[in-house]
């Protein structure tokens, strides 16, 4: 792993792979919380601690457990006492959620989807079948001409752990059609295609083929959040964006993800943030430009993928 970092120039952030589905981040310093969108994945803390927030949930997971996200959340995640003596260091890898279906398919037990609505999110133990397919992926990015023929292989692997492990209900929902968890993910795409528009509980519950009130509650149950929460999270982190990779003002960014009144959106901004449109993008460029002078830093965009 640290032979993948010394190979792009060292430092800490997010290092690419050659599996376009694999990241590895490292560490040295413990983070404010940074709200990002987490997309359906698995994230494995090798050395260290983190800690993520979504809605009114928060998770910490430890080194040798994971993190699995079964739906695209927005979320605030942070490093917990990651120094340069004792740095952080992860892996994430994103679910190919018809790969995972395809698997399930095959196994001749294959898991009971879980009846319970709990949240697309729970933490689990990485035990030894898991961590060796992590180890033979981190492995395999020396390697990037045997990625075609080996990664696939790794990744089926890898859902198959899943599926027949302690969570397996739960990755089942995400796996099989016409689940509650597939309903739901449905819906998200929506609104991160069309978070910019006003869009009805009953559009929605129409998309997710509910109810209603049975798709509020569903969603609320499965994202710690309201349909309109979570649209309103979407909205701010591509105003964030905006502001700091496109130089767009406030009201600017405000009426370009949705929002009528820029006053409105300065407030919900500082509710979501903590601090003011303007400070927050000023506080964002300098923690931008920190990185920048550090040889081979690498620092996730503003609203990218969470880790």
């Not at 792009?8 to 589905?21: K, N």
């Not at 990002?36 to 927030?53: F, H, Q, T």
């Not at 292989?153 to 089942?172: F, K, Q, S, V």
């Amino acid at each position: 792993m640290m032979e993948v970092i010394a190979a792009q120039g060292g430092g800490e952030g997010q290092f690419l792979t050659p599996m376009d589905a694999v990241r590895i981040v490292r560490s040295c310093q413990e983070i404010m919380p940074i709200r990002n969108i987490y997309r359906p994945s698995l994230c494995v803390v090798v050395k260290g601690a983190k800690e993520i927030m979504f809605g009114d949930t928060a998770l910490a997971y430890r080194e040798m457990e994971c993190l699995v996200v079964s739906v695209e959340l927005p979320a605030k995640g942070r490093m917990v006492g990651a120094t340069p003596e004792k740095p952080y260091l992860g892996v994430t890898v994103d679910f190919d959620v018809a790969m995972l279906r395809e698997v399930m398919q095959q196994m001749a037990s294959p898991p009971v989807p879980s009846a319970a609505n709990v949240p697309c999110v729970f933490i689990g133990r990485v035990d030894e079948p898991l961590a060796d397919c992590i180890t033979r992926l981190v492995r395999l990015t020396q390697t990037p001409d045997a990625v075609p023929v080996l990664y696939p292989a790794i990744m089926r692997e890898i859902c198959y752990w899943l599926l027949t492990g302690p969570h397996g209900g739960e990755m089942a929902k995400l796996a099989l059609p016409e689940t509650n968890t597939e309903r739901v993910a449905r819906v998200i795409q929506m609104l991160h295609r069309k978070f910019a528009e006003t869009l009805r509980v009953e559009q929605l519950a129409e998309v997710a083929n509910m109810s209603p009130s049975s798709f509020h509650h569903h969603f609320k149950q499965m994202t710690s959040m309201t349909p309109v929460q979570f649209q309103k999270q979407l909205r701010l982190l591509e105003a964030r964006r905006l502001m700091v990779t496109n130089a767009a003002n406030v009201s600017e960014a405000a009426f370009q993800v949705g929002y009528e009144s820029a006053s409105q959106f300065s407030r919900e901004y500082t509710r979501a943030f903590g601090v003011a449109p303007k400070r927050d993008v000023m506080n964002f460029r300098a923690l931008l430009a920190a990185a920048a002078r550090q040889p081979g830093e690498r620092r996730a965009a503003a609203g990218g993928s969470g880790m």
